[in-house]
Protein backbone atom coordinates (compact mmCIF):
# COMPACT_ATOMS: atom_id res chain seq x y z
CA UNK A 1 0.00 0.00 0.00
CA UNK A 2 2.23 2.98 1.33
CA UNK A 3 5.70 2.85 0.35
CA UNK A 4 7.88 3.48 3.42
CA UNK A 5 10.84 4.84 1.61
CA UNK A 6 12.93 7.23 3.22
CA UNK A 7 12.92 10.63 1.11
CA UNK A 8 16.01 10.92 -0.49
CA UNK A 9 17.03 14.54 -1.99
CA UNK A 10 14.46 16.24 0.42
CA UNK A 11 16.62 17.02 2.68
CA UNK A 12 18.99 19.18 0.33
CA UNK A 13 16.24 20.98 -1.21
CA UNK A 14 15.23 22.04 1.98
CA UNK A 15 17.92 23.62 3.44
CA UNK A 16 18.66 25.09 0.29
CA UNK A 17 14.97 26.60 0.33
CA UNK A 18 13.74 26.89 -3.65
CA UNK A 19 14.05 30.15 -5.70
CA UNK A 20 10.75 29.29 -7.31
CA UNK A 21 8.58 28.97 -4.05
CA UNK A 22 10.46 30.83 -2.15
CA UNK A 23 7.97 33.80 -0.70
CA UNK A 24 9.20 37.48 0.49
CA UNK A 25 10.68 37.50 4.01
CA UNK A 26 8.38 40.44 5.10
CA UNK A 27 5.70 38.73 3.56
CA UNK A 28 6.77 35.26 5.46
CA UNK A 29 7.30 37.45 8.78
CA UNK A 30 3.93 39.40 8.44
CA UNK A 31 1.19 36.16 7.60
CA UNK A 32 3.27 34.21 10.54
CA UNK A 33 3.42 37.31 13.16
CA UNK A 34 -0.68 37.98 12.12
CA UNK A 35 -1.04 34.09 13.19
CA UNK A 36 0.64 34.14 16.15
CA UNK A 37 -1.07 37.29 17.48
CA UNK A 38 -4.62 35.98 16.90
CA UNK A 39 -3.64 32.46 18.72
CA UNK A 40 -1.96 34.24 21.66
CA UNK A 41 -4.46 37.61 22.14
CA UNK A 42 -7.44 35.25 23.71
CA UNK A 43 -4.76 33.42 26.06
CA UNK A 44 -3.43 36.92 27.35
CA UNK A 45 -7.30 38.32 27.74
CA UNK A 46 -7.93 35.00 29.64
CA UNK A 47 -5.80 35.53 32.29
CA UNK A 48 -6.28 39.49 32.03
CA UNK A 49 -9.98 39.31 32.68
CA UNK A 50 -9.82 36.28 35.11
CA UNK A 51 -7.98 38.48 37.38
CA UNK A 52 -9.97 41.36 37.48
CA UNK A 53 -12.04 42.54 39.85
CA UNK A 54 -13.80 45.52 40.63
CA UNK A 55 -12.85 48.70 39.72
CA UNK A 56 -10.11 47.19 37.55
CA UNK A 57 -7.89 45.97 40.48
CA UNK A 58 -6.12 42.78 40.92
CA UNK A 59 -7.70 39.69 41.90
CA UNK A 60 -7.38 35.86 42.11
CA UNK A 61 -11.05 35.85 43.92
CA UNK A 62 -12.30 33.47 40.22
CA UNK A 63 -9.68 31.01 41.23
CA UNK A 64 -10.11 30.48 45.43
CA UNK A 65 -13.76 30.57 45.37
CA UNK A 66 -13.72 28.20 42.38
CA UNK A 67 -11.38 25.79 43.86
CA UNK A 68 -13.47 26.01 47.25
CA UNK A 69 -16.63 24.85 45.57
CA UNK A 70 -17.22 20.88 45.98
CA UNK A 71 -19.24 20.71 42.44
CA UNK A 72 -15.51 22.15 40.67
CA UNK A 73 -13.92 19.01 42.20
CA UNK A 74 -17.10 16.31 41.60
CA UNK A 75 -17.59 17.62 38.47
CA UNK A 76 -13.57 16.95 37.62
CA UNK A 77 -13.72 13.92 39.30
CA UNK A 78 -16.79 12.63 37.27
CA UNK A 79 -15.01 13.26 34.35
CA UNK A 80 -11.56 11.98 35.08
CA UNK A 81 -14.05 8.60 36.14
CA UNK A 82 -15.25 8.42 32.21
CA UNK A 83 -11.99 9.45 30.78
CA UNK A 84 -10.62 6.39 32.52
CA UNK A 85 -13.67 4.19 31.62
CA UNK A 86 -13.12 5.27 28.15
CA UNK A 87 -9.71 5.04 27.59
CA UNK A 88 -9.63 1.55 29.52
CA UNK A 89 -12.57 -0.07 27.11
CA UNK A 90 -10.95 1.70 23.81
CA UNK A 91 -7.69 -0.26 24.26
CA UNK A 92 -9.25 -3.08 25.18
CA UNK A 93 -11.46 -2.73 21.93
CA UNK A 94 -8.38 -1.50 19.87
CA UNK A 95 -5.23 -3.70 20.76
CA UNK A 96 -6.89 -7.10 19.85
CA UNK A 97 -8.69 -5.81 16.53
CA UNK A 98 -5.58 -3.16 15.18
CA UNK A 99 -3.49 -6.17 15.84
CA UNK A 100 -5.76 -9.18 14.28
CA UNK A 101 -5.78 -6.49 10.99
CA UNK A 102 -2.39 -6.31 10.67
CA UNK A 103 -1.96 -9.68 10.76
CA UNK A 104 -4.12 -11.71 9.10
CA UNK A 105 -6.35 -9.10 7.35
CA UNK A 106 -3.45 -6.72 5.67
CA UNK A 107 -5.17 -6.33 2.72
CA UNK A 108 -8.32 -4.53 4.72
CA UNK A 109 -6.42 -2.39 6.98
CA UNK A 110 -7.52 0.26 4.75
CA UNK A 111 -11.39 -0.79 4.80
CA UNK A 112 -10.69 -0.98 8.71
CA UNK A 113 -9.52 2.75 8.58
CA UNK A 114 -12.34 4.00 6.64
CA UNK A 115 -14.34 2.19 9.06
CA UNK A 116 -12.60 3.70 12.20
CA UNK A 117 -13.74 6.94 10.00
CA UNK A 118 -17.21 6.47 10.08
CA UNK A 119 -18.22 8.29 13.68
CA UNK A 120 -17.17 11.47 11.72
CA UNK A 121 -20.01 11.10 9.59
CA UNK A 122 -22.75 11.27 12.63
CA UNK A 123 -22.60 14.39 14.33
CA UNK A 124 -22.16 14.18 18.35
CA UNK A 125 -25.68 15.59 18.79
CA UNK A 126 -27.25 13.62 15.91
CA UNK A 127 -25.92 10.37 17.78
CA UNK A 128 -27.17 11.80 21.26
CA UNK A 129 -30.52 12.12 19.80
CA UNK A 130 -30.28 8.38 17.96
CA UNK A 131 -29.49 7.00 21.70
CA UNK A 132 -32.34 8.67 23.32
CA UNK A 133 -34.35 6.88 20.67
CA UNK A 134 -33.21 3.66 20.65
CA UNK A 135 -32.32 3.09 23.98
CA UNK A 136 -34.41 4.05 26.00
CA UNK A 137 -35.47 1.02 27.12
CA UNK A 138 -32.05 -0.27 28.29
CA UNK A 139 -31.56 -0.91 32.04
CA UNK A 140 -31.39 2.13 34.06
CA UNK A 141 -27.99 0.76 35.15
CA UNK A 142 -26.69 1.96 31.62
CA UNK A 143 -28.73 4.47 30.13
CA UNK A 144 -28.75 6.30 33.53
CA UNK A 145 -25.57 6.61 34.54
CA UNK A 146 -22.92 8.04 33.07
CA UNK A 147 -21.65 4.58 31.62
CA UNK A 148 -23.27 5.48 28.48
CA UNK A 149 -20.88 8.31 27.78
CA UNK A 150 -17.80 6.56 28.33
CA UNK A 151 -19.83 3.73 25.61
CA UNK A 152 -20.64 6.38 23.45
CA UNK A 153 -17.19 8.47 23.81
CA UNK A 154 -15.40 5.15 22.32
CA UNK A 155 -17.15 5.15 19.11
CA UNK A 156 -16.81 9.11 19.37
CA UNK A 157 -12.86 9.11 19.67
CA UNK A 158 -12.65 6.24 17.70
CA UNK A 159 -11.38 8.09 14.31
CA UNK A 160 -8.44 9.69 16.49
CA UNK A 161 -7.65 6.91 18.43
CA UNK A 162 -7.51 4.06 15.89
CA UNK A 163 -5.45 5.91 13.12
CA UNK A 164 -2.47 6.51 15.99
CA UNK A 165 -2.39 3.31 17.35
CA UNK A 166 -2.62 1.61 13.91
CA UNK A 167 -0.09 3.95 13.07
CA UNK A 168 2.31 2.29 15.80
CA UNK A 169 1.42 -1.45 14.75
CA UNK A 170 2.41 -0.47 11.32
CA UNK A 171 5.87 0.85 11.86
CA UNK A 172 6.36 -2.56 13.69
CA UNK A 173 7.34 -5.60 11.97
CA UNK A 174 4.51 -7.42 13.61
CA UNK A 175 5.12 -10.87 11.66
CA UNK A 176 8.38 -11.87 12.35
CA UNK A 177 7.90 -10.60 16.02
CA UNK A 178 4.92 -13.06 16.45
CA UNK A 179 6.68 -15.94 14.62
CA UNK A 180 9.67 -15.49 16.43
CA UNK A 181 7.70 -15.52 19.95
CA UNK A 182 5.68 -18.28 18.89
CA UNK A 183 8.63 -20.31 17.85
CA UNK A 184 10.63 -19.86 21.23
CA UNK A 185 7.21 -21.03 22.73
CA UNK A 186 5.48 -18.18 24.17
CA UNK A 187 1.58 -17.68 23.75
CA UNK A 188 -0.79 -14.51 23.09
CA UNK A 189 -0.31 -14.17 26.56
CA UNK A 190 2.93 -13.88 26.94
CA UNK A 191 3.64 -12.34 23.16
CA UNK A 192 0.95 -9.66 23.84
CA UNK A 193 2.72 -8.84 27.83
CA UNK A 194 6.52 -8.57 26.98
CA UNK A 195 6.81 -8.27 23.03
CA UNK A 196 3.89 -6.80 21.33
CA UNK A 197 3.32 -4.17 24.30
CA UNK A 198 6.15 -2.53 25.41
CA UNK A 199 6.82 -2.04 21.56
CA UNK A 200 3.73 0.02 20.92
CA UNK A 201 3.78 1.38 24.24
CA UNK A 202 3.92 5.19 22.44
CA UNK A 203 1.06 4.33 20.25
CA UNK A 204 -0.98 3.29 23.27
CA UNK A 205 -0.16 6.58 25.21
CA UNK A 206 -0.51 8.20 22.22
CA UNK A 207 -4.33 6.84 21.82
CA UNK A 208 -4.94 7.21 25.43
CA UNK A 209 -4.11 11.00 25.68
CA UNK A 210 -6.29 11.82 22.80
CA UNK A 211 -9.40 9.71 24.00
CA UNK A 212 -9.07 11.04 27.58
CA UNK A 213 -8.31 14.95 26.27
CA UNK A 214 -11.65 14.35 24.02
CA UNK A 215 -13.79 12.65 27.49
CA UNK A 216 -12.77 15.45 29.45
CA UNK A 217 -13.85 18.36 26.65
CA UNK A 218 -16.58 16.93 25.65
CA UNK A 219 -19.76 18.58 26.27
CA UNK A 220 -22.27 17.90 23.49
CA UNK A 221 -23.55 14.43 24.30
CA UNK A 222 -23.02 14.71 28.33
CA UNK A 223 -25.34 18.15 28.60
CA UNK A 224 -28.31 16.64 26.05
CA UNK A 225 -28.33 13.63 28.11
CA UNK A 226 -28.42 15.78 31.29
CA UNK A 227 -25.05 14.66 32.95
CA UNK A 228 -23.30 17.27 34.78
CA UNK A 229 -19.64 16.70 33.99
CA UNK A 230 -16.98 19.28 34.10
CA UNK A 231 -17.32 21.06 30.43
CA UNK A 232 -21.24 21.30 31.27
CA UNK A 233 -20.19 22.89 34.81
CA UNK A 234 -18.43 25.09 33.28
CA UNK A 235 -21.14 26.36 30.98
CA UNK A 236 -23.09 26.57 34.15
CA UNK A 237 -20.32 28.90 36.04
CA UNK A 238 -20.51 30.69 32.82
CA UNK A 239 -24.12 31.54 33.15
CA UNK A 240 -23.72 33.40 36.77
CA UNK A 241 -20.31 34.28 36.89
CA UNK A 242 -17.83 35.14 33.85
CA UNK A 243 -14.99 35.36 35.14
CA UNK A 244 -14.83 32.26 37.13
CA UNK A 245 -15.92 31.03 33.95
CA UNK A 246 -12.62 32.26 32.06
CA UNK A 247 -10.96 31.59 34.70
CA UNK A 248 -11.65 27.78 34.56
CA UNK A 249 -11.19 27.62 31.09
CA UNK A 250 -7.98 28.58 31.09
CA UNK A 251 -6.91 25.89 33.40
CA UNK A 252 -9.00 24.08 31.01
CA UNK A 253 -7.04 24.86 28.16
CA UNK A 254 -3.62 24.95 29.89
CA UNK A 255 -3.92 21.37 30.91
CA UNK A 256 -4.86 19.79 27.60
CA UNK A 257 -2.52 21.36 26.19
CA UNK A 258 0.05 20.17 27.98
CA UNK A 259 -0.17 16.34 27.35
CA UNK A 260 -1.55 16.96 23.43
CA UNK A 261 1.94 19.21 23.17
CA UNK A 262 3.21 16.24 24.30
CA UNK A 263 2.20 13.22 22.25
CA UNK A 264 2.43 15.72 19.01
CA UNK A 265 6.40 16.27 19.80
CA UNK A 266 6.70 12.75 20.41
CA UNK A 267 4.60 10.98 16.65
CA UNK A 268 6.40 13.99 15.07
CA UNK A 269 9.94 12.82 15.81
CA UNK A 270 8.11 9.01 14.88
CA UNK A 271 7.23 10.37 11.21
CA UNK A 272 10.42 11.85 10.57
CA UNK A 273 12.03 8.95 11.18
CA UNK A 274 9.64 6.83 9.04
CA UNK A 275 9.08 9.67 6.32
CA UNK A 276 5.93 8.08 4.96
CA UNK A 277 4.44 9.87 1.99
CA UNK A 278 0.82 8.85 3.97
CA UNK A 279 1.25 12.08 5.47
CA UNK A 280 -1.18 13.16 3.47
CA UNK A 281 -4.06 12.38 5.31
CA UNK A 282 -5.24 14.67 6.93
CA UNK A 283 -7.45 13.65 9.52
CA UNK A 284 -4.74 12.73 11.71
CA UNK A 285 -5.33 15.97 13.63
CA UNK A 286 -8.33 17.26 14.81
CA UNK A 287 -10.80 16.50 17.60
CA UNK A 288 -13.43 18.40 17.66
CA UNK A 289 -15.70 18.34 20.28
CA UNK B 1 -1.37 -1.20 30.46
CA UNK B 2 -0.87 -4.55 30.60
CA UNK B 3 -4.06 -5.37 29.15
CA UNK B 4 -4.29 -9.78 29.26
CA UNK B 5 -6.27 -9.50 26.09
CA UNK B 6 -5.16 -11.74 22.91
CA UNK B 7 -6.51 -12.12 19.83
CA UNK B 8 -7.50 -15.71 20.35
CA UNK B 9 -9.80 -15.13 23.75
CA UNK B 10 -11.78 -12.99 22.28
CA UNK B 11 -13.47 -15.87 19.66
CA UNK B 12 -15.95 -17.09 22.64
CA UNK B 13 -17.46 -13.43 23.07
CA UNK B 14 -20.32 -11.50 20.92
CA UNK B 15 -20.97 -14.03 18.09
CA UNK B 16 -23.03 -12.28 16.24
CA UNK B 17 -22.02 -13.20 12.70
CA UNK B 18 -24.47 -11.14 10.62
CA UNK B 19 -21.65 -8.16 10.94
CA UNK B 20 -18.69 -10.43 9.79
CA UNK B 21 -20.59 -11.42 6.54
CA UNK B 22 -21.55 -7.79 5.52
CA UNK B 23 -18.00 -5.78 6.57
CA UNK B 24 -15.31 -8.50 6.96
CA UNK B 25 -15.79 -9.95 3.30
CA UNK B 26 -12.72 -10.22 1.34
CA UNK B 27 -13.03 -11.03 -2.33
CA UNK B 28 -9.26 -12.65 -2.47
CA UNK B 29 -9.81 -14.98 0.12
CA UNK B 30 -10.98 -18.61 -0.32
CA UNK B 31 -14.39 -19.34 1.31
CA UNK B 32 -13.04 -21.35 3.92
CA UNK B 33 -10.47 -19.07 4.88
CA UNK B 34 -13.03 -15.82 5.46
CA UNK B 35 -14.78 -16.84 8.85
CA UNK B 36 -11.25 -18.11 10.47
CA UNK B 37 -9.95 -14.74 9.14
CA UNK B 38 -11.92 -12.12 10.32
CA UNK B 39 -13.21 -13.75 13.62
CA UNK B 40 -11.11 -11.62 15.77
CA UNK B 41 -12.33 -8.28 14.22
CA UNK B 42 -15.90 -9.16 15.71
CA UNK B 43 -15.95 -7.64 18.62
CA UNK B 44 -14.92 -4.50 17.30
CA UNK B 45 -17.81 -4.67 14.54
CA UNK B 46 -20.56 -5.67 17.12
CA UNK B 47 -19.19 -2.55 19.17
CA UNK B 48 -19.43 -0.33 16.69
CA UNK B 49 -22.79 -1.35 15.26
CA UNK B 50 -24.28 -1.02 18.73
CA UNK B 51 -23.17 2.14 19.55
CA UNK B 52 -22.77 3.93 16.06
CA UNK B 53 -24.67 2.02 13.53
CA UNK B 54 -28.21 1.31 15.60
CA UNK B 55 -28.47 5.11 17.00
CA UNK B 56 -28.14 6.33 13.35
CA UNK B 57 -30.02 4.39 11.43
CA UNK B 58 -32.81 4.86 14.63
CA UNK B 59 -32.07 8.36 13.81
CA UNK B 60 -32.74 7.84 9.86
CA UNK B 61 -35.63 5.31 10.25
CA UNK B 62 -37.36 7.86 12.56
CA UNK B 63 -37.21 10.73 10.19
CA UNK B 64 -39.52 9.17 7.82
CA UNK B 65 -42.19 7.80 10.62
CA UNK B 66 -44.94 9.63 12.22
CA UNK B 67 -45.72 10.08 15.76
CA UNK B 68 -48.31 6.93 15.60
CA UNK B 69 -45.32 5.02 13.19
CA UNK B 70 -46.65 5.36 10.15
CA UNK B 71 -44.58 6.62 7.07
CA UNK B 72 -44.53 10.15 6.53
CA UNK B 73 -42.60 12.64 4.98
CA UNK B 74 -44.16 15.52 7.06
CA UNK B 75 -40.85 15.83 9.12
CA UNK B 76 -39.02 16.78 6.63
CA UNK B 77 -41.66 19.01 5.25
CA UNK B 78 -41.44 20.55 8.55
CA UNK B 79 -37.39 20.55 8.93
CA UNK B 80 -37.15 22.51 5.72
CA UNK B 81 -39.93 25.71 6.42
CA UNK B 82 -39.79 28.49 9.06
CA UNK B 83 -36.89 28.40 11.95
CA UNK B 84 -35.29 25.16 10.62
CA UNK B 85 -34.95 26.55 7.24
CA UNK B 86 -32.93 29.76 8.61
CA UNK B 87 -31.30 27.36 10.76
CA UNK B 88 -29.82 25.19 7.80
CA UNK B 89 -29.07 28.25 5.41
CA UNK B 90 -27.34 29.82 8.02
CA UNK B 91 -25.25 26.76 9.44
CA UNK B 92 -24.32 26.41 5.69
CA UNK B 93 -23.30 30.23 5.64
CA UNK B 94 -21.49 30.11 8.91
CA UNK B 95 -19.62 25.80 8.08
CA UNK B 96 -18.67 28.22 4.37
CA UNK B 97 -17.11 31.33 5.77
CA UNK B 98 -15.52 30.09 8.75
CA UNK B 99 -14.13 27.04 6.04
CA UNK B 100 -13.14 29.67 3.36
CA UNK B 101 -11.33 32.27 5.76
CA UNK B 102 -9.32 29.31 7.06
CA UNK B 103 -8.29 27.87 4.09
CA UNK B 104 -6.76 31.16 3.00
CA UNK B 105 -5.19 31.88 6.45
CA UNK B 106 -4.05 28.28 6.67
CA UNK B 107 -2.64 28.02 3.29
CA UNK B 108 -0.62 31.68 3.27
CA UNK B 109 0.87 30.50 6.88
CA UNK B 110 1.59 26.86 5.54
CA UNK B 111 3.70 28.41 2.08
CA UNK B 112 4.93 30.69 4.83
CA UNK B 113 6.06 28.27 7.24
CA UNK B 114 7.31 25.84 4.50
CA UNK B 115 9.10 28.65 2.46
CA UNK B 116 11.11 29.34 5.79
CA UNK B 117 14.15 27.57 5.91
CA UNK B 118 14.47 28.30 9.87
CA UNK B 119 13.64 24.74 11.58
CA UNK B 120 13.18 25.91 14.93
CA UNK B 121 10.18 27.89 13.36
CA UNK B 122 9.00 24.87 11.47
CA UNK B 123 8.61 22.90 14.32
CA UNK B 124 7.00 24.95 16.75
CA UNK B 125 4.32 26.16 14.51
CA UNK B 126 3.94 22.17 13.37
CA UNK B 127 3.50 21.42 16.85
CA UNK B 128 1.69 24.55 17.50
CA UNK B 129 -0.93 23.52 15.60
CA UNK B 130 -1.03 20.16 16.43
CA UNK B 131 -2.28 21.68 19.78
CA UNK B 132 -4.30 24.22 18.50
CA UNK B 133 -6.56 22.30 16.27
CA UNK B 134 -7.62 19.93 19.09
CA UNK B 135 -8.76 22.61 21.05
CA UNK B 136 -12.36 23.49 20.70
CA UNK B 137 -15.42 23.80 23.16
CA UNK B 138 -16.40 25.19 25.81
CA UNK B 139 -13.23 26.78 27.07
CA UNK B 140 -12.14 28.23 23.78
CA UNK B 141 -15.86 30.13 24.08
CA UNK B 142 -14.87 31.48 27.28
CA UNK B 143 -11.50 32.59 26.49
CA UNK B 144 -13.16 34.37 23.15
CA UNK B 145 -15.85 36.05 25.53
CA UNK B 146 -12.28 37.27 27.46
CA UNK B 147 -11.37 38.58 24.25
CA UNK B 148 -13.96 40.38 22.13
CA UNK B 149 -16.88 39.37 24.41
CA UNK B 150 -18.87 42.65 25.78
CA UNK B 151 -16.24 43.40 28.60
CA UNK B 152 -12.97 41.53 26.87
CA UNK B 153 -9.34 42.47 25.79
CA UNK B 154 -9.74 43.57 22.44
CA UNK B 155 -13.47 45.20 22.55
CA UNK B 156 -11.74 47.66 25.34
CA UNK B 157 -8.93 48.41 23.38
CA UNK B 158 -11.14 49.43 20.56
CA UNK B 159 -13.64 51.21 22.62
CA UNK B 160 -10.91 53.11 24.23
CA UNK B 161 -9.94 54.13 20.63
CA UNK B 162 -13.45 55.39 19.67
CA UNK B 163 -14.50 52.59 17.79
CA UNK B 164 -16.68 50.22 20.07
CA UNK B 165 -17.18 47.08 17.52
CA UNK B 166 -20.77 46.52 19.71
CA UNK B 167 -22.06 49.98 18.41
CA UNK B 168 -21.52 49.07 14.45
CA UNK B 169 -23.45 45.74 14.45
CA UNK B 170 -20.22 43.35 15.83
CA UNK B 171 -21.54 40.84 18.34
CA UNK B 172 -19.39 37.72 19.20
CA UNK B 173 -22.46 36.13 19.58
CA UNK B 174 -23.89 36.00 16.01
CA UNK B 175 -22.96 34.14 13.32
CA UNK B 176 -19.97 36.61 12.21
CA UNK B 177 -18.82 36.19 15.83
CA UNK B 178 -18.88 32.42 15.56
CA UNK B 179 -17.09 32.30 12.35
CA UNK B 180 -14.11 34.07 14.27
CA UNK B 181 -14.19 31.68 16.86
CA UNK B 182 -13.99 28.99 14.67
CA UNK B 183 -10.70 29.84 12.91
CA UNK B 184 -9.02 28.81 16.47
CA UNK B 185 -9.15 25.42 16.03
CA UNK B 186 -9.71 25.55 11.21
CA UNK B 187 -6.38 27.94 11.33
CA UNK B 188 -3.99 25.05 12.54
CA UNK B 189 -5.75 21.94 10.63
CA UNK B 190 -5.39 23.95 7.62
CA UNK B 191 -1.66 24.29 8.51
CA UNK B 192 -1.29 20.53 9.18
CA UNK B 193 -3.21 19.39 6.62
CA UNK B 194 -1.37 21.66 3.95
CA UNK B 195 2.02 21.21 5.36
CA UNK B 196 2.85 17.55 3.23
CA UNK B 197 1.70 18.34 -0.18
CA UNK B 198 3.77 21.85 -0.33
CA UNK B 199 6.76 19.40 0.82
CA UNK B 200 5.77 17.33 -1.79
CA UNK B 201 5.35 19.58 -4.24
CA UNK B 202 8.80 21.72 -3.70
CA UNK B 203 10.60 18.73 -3.87
CA UNK B 204 10.63 17.36 -7.31
CA UNK B 205 8.62 19.65 -9.82
CA UNK B 206 9.96 22.62 -7.97
CA UNK B 207 13.45 21.73 -9.39
CA UNK B 208 12.09 20.81 -12.35
CA UNK B 209 10.63 23.89 -13.35
CA UNK B 210 13.32 25.84 -11.91
CA UNK B 211 16.21 23.87 -14.00
CA UNK B 212 14.00 24.58 -17.22
CA UNK B 213 13.98 28.18 -16.48
CA UNK B 214 10.13 28.71 -15.18
CA UNK B 215 9.27 32.07 -13.69
CA UNK B 216 7.28 32.11 -10.53
CA UNK B 217 4.66 33.12 -12.19
CA UNK B 218 4.73 30.34 -14.68
CA UNK B 219 5.36 27.53 -12.21
CA UNK B 220 2.06 28.59 -9.82
CA UNK B 221 0.17 28.97 -12.92
CA UNK B 222 1.16 25.83 -14.75
CA UNK B 223 2.37 23.41 -11.89
CA UNK B 224 1.90 24.63 -8.39
CA UNK B 225 -1.73 25.95 -8.42
CA UNK B 226 -3.29 22.63 -10.69
CA UNK B 227 -1.35 20.01 -7.77
CA UNK B 228 -2.77 21.86 -4.98
CA UNK B 229 -5.79 22.34 -5.99
CA UNK B 230 -6.82 18.86 -5.25
CA UNK B 231 -5.64 18.81 -1.16
CA UNK B 232 -6.73 22.49 -0.92
CA UNK B 233 -10.65 21.23 -1.77
CA UNK B 234 -10.02 18.12 0.43
CA UNK B 235 -8.90 20.42 3.44
CA UNK B 236 -11.91 22.63 2.28
CA UNK B 237 -14.60 19.89 2.87
CA UNK B 238 -12.96 18.43 5.79
CA UNK B 239 -12.74 22.48 7.15
CA UNK B 240 -16.33 22.95 6.21
CA UNK B 241 -17.92 19.51 8.08
CA UNK B 242 -15.52 20.46 11.11
CA UNK B 243 -17.51 23.76 11.33
CA UNK B 244 -20.83 21.92 10.40
CA UNK B 245 -20.81 19.36 13.43
CA UNK B 246 -19.39 21.66 15.97
CA UNK B 247 -22.22 22.09 18.93
CA UNK B 248 -20.16 23.11 22.36
CA UNK B 249 -18.84 26.44 21.14
CA UNK B 250 -21.90 27.55 19.91
CA UNK B 251 -24.18 26.42 22.76
CA UNK B 252 -22.08 28.03 25.05
CA UNK B 253 -21.57 31.09 23.79
CA UNK B 254 -25.17 31.91 22.94
CA UNK B 255 -26.67 29.73 25.46
CA UNK B 256 -28.88 28.05 22.26
CA UNK B 257 -30.57 31.23 21.14
CA UNK B 258 -28.54 31.34 17.68
CA UNK B 259 -30.20 29.58 14.75
CA UNK B 260 -28.05 26.64 13.80
CA UNK B 261 -28.81 23.22 12.75
CA UNK B 262 -26.76 21.31 15.72
CA UNK B 263 -28.05 24.13 18.21
CA UNK B 264 -32.18 23.82 17.10
CA UNK B 265 -31.67 19.87 17.44
CA UNK B 266 -30.28 19.78 20.86
CA UNK B 267 -32.80 22.10 21.64
CA UNK B 268 -35.28 19.62 20.57
CA UNK B 269 -33.97 17.03 22.67
CA UNK B 270 -33.65 18.95 25.38
CA UNK B 271 -36.99 19.08 25.88
CA UNK B 272 -38.44 22.00 24.06
CA UNK B 273 -40.76 19.95 21.49
CA UNK B 274 -43.90 21.56 20.19
CA UNK B 275 -47.33 19.35 19.96
CA UNK B 276 -46.87 17.64 16.25
CA UNK B 277 -43.08 17.54 15.94
CA UNK B 278 -42.04 14.38 17.90
CA UNK B 279 -39.89 13.40 15.43
CA UNK B 280 -38.56 16.35 13.85
CA UNK B 281 -35.93 16.13 15.43
CA UNK B 282 -34.84 12.95 13.87
CA UNK B 283 -35.50 14.82 10.30
CA UNK B 284 -33.22 17.66 11.07
CA UNK B 285 -30.60 14.58 12.46
CA UNK B 286 -31.02 12.73 8.77
CA UNK B 287 -30.80 16.11 7.30
CA UNK B 288 -26.88 16.80 8.97
CA UNK B 289 -25.75 12.98 8.08
CA UNK B 290 -27.19 13.85 4.66
CA UNK B 291 -24.74 17.39 4.31
CA UNK B 292 -21.71 15.21 6.16
CA UNK B 293 -22.45 12.26 3.31
CA UNK B 294 -22.52 14.49 0.40
CA UNK B 295 -19.37 16.35 2.10
CA UNK B 296 -17.50 13.22 2.62
CA UNK B 297 -18.30 12.04 -0.95
CA UNK B 298 -16.79 14.62 -2.31
CA UNK B 299 -13.85 14.63 -0.25
CA UNK B 300 -13.03 11.01 -0.88
CA UNK B 301 -13.66 12.06 -4.51
CA UNK B 302 -10.85 14.59 -4.28
CA UNK B 303 -8.61 13.12 -2.49
CA UNK B 304 -7.74 10.36 -4.88
CA UNK B 305 -6.99 12.80 -7.64
CA UNK B 306 -4.73 14.49 -5.46
CA UNK B 307 -3.13 10.96 -4.27
CA UNK B 308 -2.29 10.31 -7.63
CA UNK B 309 0.30 13.20 -8.12
CA UNK B 310 1.96 12.89 -4.59
CA UNK B 311 2.40 9.37 -4.45
Known amino acids: MVAVTPTVGAKGVKDKGSDVLKLGKPFRFGIIGLVAVFFLVPILA ?49 IPTVIWVNLRLPHLRRVFEAISLLPLVVPSVVITLGVITSYKHLPNLIIGTPVILALEYVVLALPYSYRTFDSAVQSLDLKTLVEAGQSLGSGWGKLLRFVLLPNLRSGLFGAAVLTFAYCIGEFAVASLLSFTTFPVFLVQVGQTAASQAVALSLIALLFTWIPLAVIVIIFAQRRNRAAAIDAVDPLEAGVQV | MSTVLSPTSDQGTGGNGVVVASSGSSRRRPR ?17 ALFLGVPAISVIVTAFVNGSGHPTLSNFNEAVHGVYLQSFVASLKLSFGAAIISTVVGLLAALAVCSSSNRILRAIVTAGSGVFANTGGVPLAFSFVATVGNFGLITKLLSDAGFNPYNHGFSLYS ?70 AAYATAEALTSGTIPLVPIQLGSLISGNVLAGQTNLGDALGAGMIFIVVVAGGLYIYVQRKASRWLR
Open chain 2, 32 to 48: RGRWHNSIGTVPFLVYL
Open chain 1, 46 to 94: SARYSFLGNNNTFTISAYTELFGTNEFWSTLFLSVKIGLGTVFLTLALL
Open chain 2, 175 to 244: VLGLTIVYQYFLIPLMILIMIPPIDALRKEWVDASSSLGATRTQFWRWVGIPLLLPPILAAFIVLFTDSF
